[in-house]
């Protein structure tokens, strides 16, 4: 059993920065990747950064690229989201997700996880 905690988020204002956090526990993860997706009010939950744990590998929605880097700590089953220049729009719950499987090109932008965290509001004021 995969356990997913996020913590992190608050109110901040346009402009500004933010560092979520997502502490993974279960078993081993070398098979998984590691997601972070958002929803807005009255939205879809939708796709924000994904890494693969044990080769790194990356992928990012358009809207947040240049602007959030997701990284992970192996030895502390640790995921993070590191955001700059926040803006309004941004405004959302923020699930970690982890999941496990092969030809993580084909699947890791879709909300398909088997297992999520239960979210981290992140509100940022005009």
């Known amino acids: 059993q995969v356990v997913l905690v996020e913590s992190g988020g608050r109110l901040v204002q346009a402009g500004g920065s933010l560092r979520l956090s997502c502490a993974a526990s279960?078993?081993?993860?070398?098979?998984?990747?590691m997601g972070w997706f958002r929803q807005a009010p009255g939205k879809e939950r939708e796709f924000v950064a994904a890494?693969?744990?044990?080769?790194?590998?990356?992928w990012y929605d358009d809207s947040v690229k240049g602007r959030f880097t997701i990284s992970r700590d192996n030895t502390k089953n640790m995921v993070y989201l590191q955001m700059h220049s926040l803006e309004p729009e941004d405004t959302a719950v923020y699930y970690c997700?982890?999941?496990?499987?092969?030809?993580?090109?084909?699947?890791?932008?879709?909300?398909?996880?088997?297992?999520w965290g239960q979210g981290t509001w992140i509100t940022v004021s005009s």
């Open positions: 997700a982890a999941h496990s499987g092969r030809n993580y090109y084909k699947w890791v932008r879709k909300p398909i996880y088997r297992y």
């Open positions: 279960g078993p081993t993860f070398d098979t998984y990747a």
């Open positions: 890494i693969t744990w044990t080769e790194g590998d990356t």
